[in-house]
C-alpha cells in the first residue's frame, strides 16, 4: 500500500520505492549469507548466479536455494533457471552490468550514442514494448548520451514499467530542457497516476521546464 493509495498489489511488494529494495535486500541477507558459505554464489536485485565445476553441484545448489526461498514465503520463478556450460572468462561476464561504472548520484558515459541504441534493443522484447533484460536496459540509460530514440523509448515505456524510474531520471536530467519530457511529466502528473515517488520525480521536471500556467493547470502538490 506504500505506493499508491488507489491500488494494491494482491501479493509481493510494488517495484520502484526505494524501501521496497531496502525490505527486499533485508529478507535475501540470510539467503545469500547461506548460499555465499558453500556455494560460489552472486545476486545483483533477482538477479542470481551460481558457478560450479559440475552440474551436479549447480543442481543441488539450487534446490537448497529453492528451499530456503520458500522457507521465507518467496518462490523461485523456475520459468527463467537454466544451468549453461561456459568456457571462458568473457562468455561468463558477457551479459553482466558494469557495476564498477556505476556511481551513486553520478553518470559515467562511456557509451556512444550507436552502442547505447543498440544496447537498448537488446534489452526489449521485439516489438519494444516489453523490458526483457533489466540490468542491460538500467546499464544503458545510466551510461547513455543523448538520443532521441531512446527519449521516445523511456516516454513509451515509463509508466508501465514505474519500476525503473531512477535510471529513467538519472538519463533524462541530462536534458535541461524537453517538451517530450516536460508533456510526459504533465500527463502522468494530471491523470493522477497512482505511485506517488513517480509523481514526487515529474514535479521535479515540471518545476525546472514548465511555464507559470501550465503549472497553474496542473495544481500544487
Known amino acids: 500500500m506504500w505506493s499508491s493509495k ?39 536485485v533477482d538477479d542470481i548466479k551460481i ?12 534446490a537448497e536455494l529453492d528451499i530456503l526461498c520458500k522457507e521465507k514465503g518467496l518462490i523461485p520463478n523456475k520459468g527463467k533457471l537454466g544451468i ?12 553482466m552490468p558494469d557495476l564498477l561504472g556505476y556511481h551513486e548520484g553520478g553518470r559515467s558515459k562511456s557509451l556512444s550514442q550507436g552502442d547505447a541504441e543498440e544496447l537498448l534493443v537488446e534489452s526489449l522484447s521485439n516489438a519494444g514494448t516489453e523490458i526483457v533484460d533489466k540490468s542491460k536496459f538500467r546499464y544503458t540509460l545510466f551510461r547513455a548520451p543523448r538520443s532521441r530514440k531512446i527519449l521516445y523509448t523511456i516516454a513509451r515505456l515509463w509508466k508501465s514499467f514505474p519500476e525503473h524510474t531512477d ?3 538519472s538519463y533524462l536530467e541530462t536534458y535541461p530542457d524537453s517538451q517530450l519530457i ?8 494530471t491523470e493522477n497516476y497512482p505511485y506517488a515517488f513517480v509523481q514526487g520525480e515529474c514535479w521535479k521536471f ?13 495544481g500544487t502538490p
Open 84 to 95: 549453461k556450460k561456459v568456457e571462458s572468462e568473457d562468455e561468463l561476464t558477457s551479459h
Open 51 to 62: 558457478l560450479a565445476s559440475s552440474q551436479m553441484e549447480v543442481q543441488r545448489a539450487v
Open 206 to 218: 515540471v518545476a525546472k521546464m514548465a511555464t507559470v500556467n501550465e503549472k497553474t493547470v496542473i
Open 167 to 169: 535510471a529513467y531520471v
Open 6 to 44: 488507489t491500488y494494491r498489489h494482491n501479493h509481493g511488494i510494488p517495484q520502484g520505492p526505494h524501501a521496497s529494495g531496502v525490505l527486499a535486500e533485508s529478507v535475501m541477507l540470510s539467503i545469500d549469507e547461506v548460499m555465499s558459505s558453500k556455494y560460489k554464489y552472486a545476486r545483483y
Open 182 to 189: 516536460k508533456n510526459l511529466a504533465i500527463e502522468i502528473l
